[in-house]
């Protein structure tokens, strides 16, 4: 990675390191990492990339901010992680944990009968026609069959299949209600369900089965 020359970006597994096969060895969450206006970081990227999504800007407004961005990236550059110890994925207090990479939901309620949260699918998840991306439906259904498969396991999983069938069109701009739970288990195999709904109407449901690792397994 350019700009960070004494950074490193993947530490691997070893008797200091701070994680564990695949995952972080330290399931602690935090609210400090990043600081207290992290989540507002964030919030401005994902207002950002709304824009970038419709936005026809001349070639002089292209330009201009192709050159802000440079400046942008170079000050991230300064303050590059490793990935284990980026606020990204820990941060409970913020929406997806502060994971930039996932489209915003909040947890209602969490444990090992499954997980109630709101996504909020954002402009820049369009598909087409103003409804949102499959592919982004499925990412929200990855992560948080995911999670309910760590609640119930009380480890981390990796996902084997997961099957989306979209039922409706999924809209954006707007809370929806996201359910997984944990179906079945047997041994190390969680077979998990979701669904996800516009009020009463059932926009997609989730079948997946997610392995749980083995202790340093990647
Ligand atoms: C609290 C924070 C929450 C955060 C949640 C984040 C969730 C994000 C989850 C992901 O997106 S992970 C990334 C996507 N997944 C992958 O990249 C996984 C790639 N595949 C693998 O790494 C391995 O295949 C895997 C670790 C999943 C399993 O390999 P193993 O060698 O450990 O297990 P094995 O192949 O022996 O399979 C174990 C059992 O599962 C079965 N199995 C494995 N893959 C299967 C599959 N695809 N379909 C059906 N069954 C499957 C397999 O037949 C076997 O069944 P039996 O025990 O009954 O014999």
């Known amino acids: 990675m350019k700009g960070a020359p004494d950074q490193q970006w993947n530490v691997p597994a070893g008797e200091n390191s701070q994680h564990e096969g695949g995952f972080r060895a330290d399931l602690a969450v935090t609210t400090e990492r990043g600081g207290p206006t992290y ?9 950002f990339m709304d824009k970038v999504r419709y936005a026809s800007p001349t070639p002089a407004l292209a330009d201009e901010v192709i ?3 440079k400046k942008l990236n170079a000050k991230l550059d300064t303050m590059l992680v490793d990935e284990w110890t980026s606020p990204s994925g820990t941060r409970i207090d913020l929406p997806s944990r502060g994971n930039i990479t996932l489209p915003p939901y909040e947890i209602r309620d969490g444990g090992p ?5 709101t996504v909020t699918f954002r402009p820049f998840h369009l598909g087409g026609n103003g409804v949102a991306h499959g592919g982004h439906v499925a ?6 069959g995911g999670m309910a ?11 084997g299949y ?5 039922r409706s069109l999924t809209p954006l701009q707007k809370p929806l209600a996201l359910r997984t739970w944990v179906e079945r288990f047997e041994g190390r195999k969680y077979f998990v369900r979701g669904t996800l709904h516009d009020g009463d109407r059932l926009c997609a449901e989730m079948d997946a089965l997610f392995i749980a690792l ?5």
């Not at 990412?139 to 948080?144: S, V």
């Not at 498969?149 to 996902?159: E, I, M, Q």
């Not at 997961?162 to 979209?166: A, D, G, P, S």
């Open 149 to 159: 498969a760590a609640l119930k396991l009380g480890g981390v999983a990796r996902t």
């Open 39 to 47: 989540g507002e970081m964030i919030e401005q990227v994902r207002l």
């Open 214 to 218: 083995k202790p340093g397994q990647a």
């Open 67 to 69: 050159e802000d961005l």
């Open 162 to 166: 997961l099957t989306v069938n979209y």
């Open 113 to 117: 009968d499954g997980v109630d949260a």
């Open 139 to 144: 990412i929200a259904f990855d992560d948080l």
